[in-house]
């Protein structure tokens, strides 16, 4: 067991990209991930460049 056992963990994303990390990530470290629902990624800038990245 390691020290991220049972523990939650939130991906922050809004385009679905958990459903490849997530598996991944709980099955390494033994956590429960979720996504958070009130936060949006595209705030910090998208990759189309629809919203700019701020450097």
């Given amino acids: 067991m390691n020290s991220f ?3 939650k963990l939130v991906i922050a ?4 990209k958990e459903k490849v990390i997530a ?3 709980e099955k390494v470290l033994g956590v429960e991930c979720f996504v ?3 936060f949006d990624t ?6 189309t460049g629809e ?4 450097r």
């Fill in 51 to 54: 919203v700019e990245r701020k």
């Fill in 36 to 38: 958070g629902k009130n």
């Fill in 42 to 47: 595209d705030t910090l800038g998208t990759f």
């Fill in 13 to 16: 994303t809004k385009h679905h």
């Fill in 23 to 25: 598996p991944l990530i």
């Fill in 5 to 7: 056992s049972q523990r």
